[in-house]
């Protein structure tokens, strides 16, 4: 038996001779509610963003705030940005096998591991930050992205949602499909699946790379998130056709730990991780909005045009994601359940959004 | 000195000196992180909802639940329903006074006391949920609600969101402005004020007694929240024409505090409360989203029909509400301070609204 086994089992009367000195108020205290505390925690997280990055990377440095705070300091949360404990895309198979505690990133970096893994980002077309946060609580959701990622011995929650992603910037203005055959485009994720069925040739490039390529006209296009950090990378200067979002409708962050570790925490503090993660998402979509609000108010005093992509775009992108589910579902049993339970959902909350949000967001 | 500031001045040899047996790393232990919790601290709540009320009453229990999760025990919230400790509109002065510790309410409740409260709920053709939130703790929302709150010594938070609320339960059809004149409906708040100038008789009703009057005729019309909670209420069975929403876009809920208490609270019990009024103001707006569209399912197989006012009354409402707004504001300069920081924030966050999730949701 270890000594902390024995502190915990001890007792009242055990304590109180253990805390010879102590005061009887000190050790109903211990007792109440200061068992879990007699050694500080660290955990170690890594993200897939560069130090201090904007809203994702601030927000998450500010959870390990908010947790270090509620737990009075007995839970260290110490974040580590890209490529300093493990390279950006190497923070899943590090915190799989123990080398690190958790990760901040966005599940759809996954999807080589497993395809369904893409969904817990997100569908193009389908729920918005707040319609899949209502599937993953009161849906499906959590339920089902647990038990999949428990075979990797992770324990994930949402840490965060950028809102509905624009469409991204285009060099010529896209009016018919037709302007889409060919059309190299930086875009990854089911968007870029959906976009790779309508002609367009997907491209995968580094961040530092994208700006670049689209000066130069390797590239027609790129997305990126919406105009907080488009504005930072420049894109505005060189496409001035600026599109309006459908292809990520609500990408939800992860925030992800080691199963076993997050296991072996007490009570008090996995409460803390818990709701320190809600405060974190909510907090993080209320900034990208208000960011995205002032980024945008300074773009239109800029030389680009807002468009909507034609209704026949729309038209063909919504067979498009129902051709690339349905090849999916083929492939991946776990693919099929995880699309499933989000189409039903969707089915059930949508009709309230629209007679709720988007029709007095439509007055006008 | 108090032996609690004997305690906390201590440092770490004078706290050894005084935990004779306790190991080294008790010491540290209680030297780091446990000198807030040597005392369990009670804090006592009463709301304005009846107990176990669904959503909001229910939402604030786990707030209390998740408060004892994350201290450990260390803070302890009881949360009294209506009438229990204090009548239900009571909340406010009992809180004030320092008989209670904290309520969990509705601002518009408060507006007696001062005009500018109202607006802490809200304002009907205003500002979302989110939208507010973001006023909230990125422009001058909290400030000015903290300030104003101050001189009554309390101090806010946001305490959940009832999202957009349905425009209320009609006997007969409103086709044109000449339909509301005259008409009895039981509203609230600033929307009964602008439903006023349109020439609809605003009444109050516990609500207990507003069935039977819908039922009887004795009112012609009644708005209360939206699917989830009218349903319960039996409205459909009496009045056949159900509105769509803008007098109440996203009513804020208010978890409010003694200030003084809450002032003497640790840092780390004050965090705790900070951040669990976040995770429960998430948890019930997603929580009203889920049951809204689980109730909007049922209701639509029931013999009602689901309309939006006619353009002509929405345009004659946002005459209507720019009136009021101007008439409280030349009585009131805090109403006037708030109502131009809520305009002034509006009109930067709606355009990010407009191009982003509402034009991504009226995609057909």
Redesign the interface.
Known sequence: MK?RDFLIGAGAAGTA???????R??IE?KK?????????VKLKIATSWPAHFPIMGTGVERFAE?VN??????LEIKIYPKNILVPALAVFDATSSGQIDGFHSGPYYWKGKNPAFALFSGAP?RM?A??L??WM???DGYELWRELYAKYNLYPFIGGNT??Q?GGWFRKPIESLEDLKGLKMRIPGLGGEVFAKLGVNPILLPAGEIYTALERGTIDATEWV??ALDIKMGFYKVAKYYY???HE?GSILELTFNKARFDRL???HK??IR??S??M???M???F??K???A??ELKSMDIE?R?FPPQI?EAAKKALLEVANEQSKKSEDFKRVFDSMESYYS??R?????????????R
Chains 1, 2 share one sequence.
């Open positions: 000594r001779a253990l805390l010879g000195g102590c005061t108020e000190q205290g109440d509610f200061n068992i879990n505390r007699q050694r500080k908010m705070g509620m737990s009075g300091g007995s077309l918005t707040n319609e946060s209502c609580n009161y849906g809102g509905v624009m919406g105009p309006t979002g459908w409708p007490s009570d008090e409460e803390i709701y320190a809600e405060a998402t909510s907090q979509y209320h900034e909005m208000d995205n609000a002032k945008l108010k807002i909507d729309i059930l909350i009709p309230w959004s629209d007679i709720s949000e988007t029709k007095f967001c439509s007055i």
